[in-house]
T-cell receptor
């Protein structure tokens, strides 16, 4: 069972920041938050991950609340190529597998 | 290689036939995962390999599904006596070391399987 909840869909104007929220209220202390995106007909693409602190890389920023129960992925200047389904994943350590449990994600549409 | 590769990219088969799907992980990656994505759905975990052993097979939907990994590298997912409900995109991912909470998985492009 997915441990995250995300809005089903969002729109964002091209050039503006896209802020994608994720709730993970049952997250435990050693579980990381990962973000992936899936552009139509492609495999999921890694974006960013974090544990407690905010993270930034060349693709995005990840803001994690102090209680770690929610996070926001920020694409600072969205382009049309950022249109995709964005998955927020809390890595599940059952059986030491640390497999990803995917939810249904947020379908982001960047509008020209 | 530069990334995870999978073959074939597309496979159309008749109900009842067996199919084999191949995954070549990133060189040096010891952990390998198989997932399945049905049309319009999220990804569903199938099986995890650490080296050549599979400590977690909990996601395999039935005994028609099996997977192996040889030489700590290439993995093959086999579906016997395919059914129409097996139609999906089968995705493979690999990560550098044993499964750890901060380890990142890198996905291949997937194999699109259609069972007629």
């Amino acid at each position: 069972d997915a441990k995250t909840t995300q809005p089903t869909s969002m729109d964002c104007a091209e050039g503006r920041a896209a802020n994608l929220p994720c709730n993970h209220s049952t997250i435990s202390g050693n579980e990381y938050v990962y973000w992936y995106r899936q552009i139509h007909s492609q495999g999921p693409q890694y974006i960013i991950h974090g544990l407690k602190n905010n993270e930034t890389n060349e693709m995005a920023s990840l803001i994690i609340t102090e209680d770690r129960k929610s996070s926001t992925l920020i694409l600072p200047h969205a382009t049309l190529r950022d249109t995709a389904v964005y998955y927020c994943i809390v890595r599940n350590p059952i059986s030491g597998t640390y497999k990803y449990i995917f939810g249904t994600g947020t379908r982001l549409k960047v509008l020209a | 290689g530069a990334g995870v590769s999978q073959s074939p990219s597309n496979k159309v088969t008749e109900k009842g036939k067996d199919v084999e799907l191949r995954c070549d992980p990133i060189s040096g990656h010891t952990a390998l995962y198989w997932y399945r994505q049905s049309l319009g759905q999220g990804l569903e975990f199938l099986i995890y390999f650490q080296g050549n052993s599979a400590p977690d097979k909990s996601g395999l939907p039935s005994d028609r599904f099996s997977a192996e990994r040889t030489g700590g590298s290439v993995s093959t997912l086999t579906i016997q006596r395919t059914q129409q409900e097996d139609s999906a995109v089968y995705l493979c991912a690999s990560s550098l070391a044993e499964a750890l909470p901060g380890e990142t998985q890198y996905f291949g492009p997937g194999t699109r399987l259609l069972v007629l």
